[in-house]
């Protein structure tokens, strides 16, 4: 049974009809990715997912619960963290600031501190730069806070939004390879990326999305072979 399971998707912007009725499902221990060009609904997707938008029609059940029904800041509670496009990083607080409010919706301290102990091993800078202020942070450094953060909360799934955005190849490479490296711990991981290799060479499965509508689906590792795909999205 699906983690995750979204079906006839609809949200609209006003006279916008941004996802046209989108189904698709993230089984449980995946990476699965959405990839496609600006404007297509990537992130309309994830906001609708985690309750920043609310769809005009659809369903979507995590866990068995119906989370259009649920204001987006409860959503969390359930296991669901959204790393958003931009990092959004609290840049007038510590790093350590803002891990803490990834843990927001946690009361045990001993969790807590188990959690940051995890946080601080998945990323070594973090525990060094703890009390610097994040916006003073590399655009790698803040996008790993960014993570960092989400993690905290001790999520199921975890809703990514363009982590390779504005970041140098090399941080790039090292972003990926932390994401499949949460995954291999048991997160679930639902991929936006524009840097549709990258997203391909990571995922389990995909989905292509263009205006608002899943054009193709399947295999990453069979869309990635795709003619189709390689000249849209892969630049070949």
């Known amino acids: 049974m699906a983690l995750l399971d979204v079906q006839n998707l609809s949200v ?3 006279v916008i009809n941004a996802l046209k009725g989108i189904s698709f499902h993230v089984d449980k221990g995946e990476i699965v990715a959405l990839i496609g060009a600006n404007g297509a609904g990537k992130t309309t997707t994830l906001h609708t997912l985690s309750g920043l938008l609310k ?4 369903s979507i059940k995590y866990k ?3 989370l259009t029904r649920i204001p987006g800041h409860k959503i969390v509670s359930l296991g669901m963290a959204q790393v958003p496009e931009g990092r959004r990083v609290f840049a007038d607080m510590t790093v350590l600031q803002n891990l803490k409010m990834g843990a927001y919706t946690r009361n045990d301290t ?3 501190n188990k959690t940051l102990e995890m946080v601080y091993k998945r990323f070594p800078r973090l ?4 009390n610097q202020l994040s916006g003073t942070l590399s655009g790698g450094e803040q996008q790993m806070l960014a993570m960092g953060r989400a993690l905290m909360s001790h999520p199921d799934i975890i ?4 982590p390779s955005m504005g970041l140098s190849p090399i941080f790039v490479n090292e972003i990926f390879s932390i994401i499949e490296d949460v ?3 048991g997160v679930t991981v639902l991929l936006v990326e524009q840097n549709a290799k990258k997203a391909l060479t990571v995922a389990d499965r995909a989905y292509v999305l263009e205006t608002g509508s899943i054009v193709k689906e399947g295999k ?12 849209a999205y892969l630049g070949e």
């Open 159 to 162: 809703l990514m939004d363009e």
């Open 55 to 58: 769809p005009e029609s659809g």
């Open 64 to 66: 068995d619960t119906e």
């Open 220 to 231: 990453a590792s069979d869309l990635l072979n795709d003619e189709s795909i390689r000249k």
């Open 110 to 112: 001993d969790e807590f």
């Open 12 to 14: 609209n912007y006003g």
């Open 127 to 130: 525990e060094e730069r703890k």
């Open 183 to 185: 995954n291999k711990d």
